[in-house]
């Protein structure tokens, strides 16, 4: 149950990976409930990008007709005005995926 976290991928189903959880976890203090949990770990990052795609209204457009997921956008701007790039996942998605 490999997670594909291919930014405009076809078959991807994370936003993150469990490498970019991990390093997200580290700096919290509850990091032993996420690093216990390991054989999860896939699961609870696909189920919440599910989440997210299932109940946020992302500004901008897909990419593309043919990804998977709800991201890249493309004309989806930061909360402060700031153009995202189609080609990256914001980390502010990363973290919400991982959180």
Known sequence: MAIDA???GTSSDSYAT???A???HADHLYA???TTTSSK???ALKMATRLLDERVSWSGSVVA???ALRWPRSNAYTEDNVLISSSVSPQAIINATSE
């Open 32 to 34: 032993t409930t996420w």
């Open 22 to 24: 991990d390093s997200y």
């Open 6 to 8: 291919t930014i405009g």
């Open 41 to 43: 770990q896939e699961t």
């Open 65 to 67: 007709t043919t990804q």
């Open 18 to 20: 469990v490498a970019q």
